[in-house]
């Protein structure tokens, strides 16, 4: 059987607990950090906090990213993603469905959720 050993894992999401610093609400999933901060963007925080790595529920690692209550928003539409960004370096870091989408309006703010990243053990 295959195994990934935890300090493999650990390396490839320090990245988040490292590098992030914004995450944006979306109106649908982005594939670019153009996508994510410009296109379709819906409002994000820069609040980010993120947790070390630690053991992940059924095998493998996960990084933990808080619960955001401040988050800007800055256009209307509904909001059915999110995008976790390095603005340094312009890098796009993780996207994923928003448990429920959120209907948001322009000049409001918005919260999400604690939210888990992870990587599962081979199988």
């Known amino acids: 059987m295959a195994t990934i050993a935890d300090r493999v894992l650990d390396n490839g999401l320090t990245v988040l607990d490292t590098e992030a610093n914004r995450v944006d609400v979306t109106s649908q999933e982005a594939t670019t950090y153009a996508e994510a901060t410009s296109t379709y963007t819906l409002g994000n925080s ?5 947790s070390a790595p630690a053991d992940r529920t059924g095998g493998g690692r996960k990084v933990t990213m808080s619960a955001i209550s ?3 928003v800055t256009g209307t539409g509904t909001a059915t993603h999110y995008a976790i ?3 340094s370096n312009s890098r796009l870091l993780v996207t994923g469905s928003l448990t429920a989408s959120q ?3 322009s000049g409001n703010t918005f919260s999400l959720e604690a939210l888990d990243v992870g990587i ?4």
């Open 103 to 105: 209907s948001v309006t």
């Open 120 to 123: 599962p053990d081979p199988s």
């Open 70 to 72: 401040d988050g800007s």
């Open 46 to 50: 820069t609040s980010v906090t993120i």
């Open 85 to 87: 960004v390095d603005t």
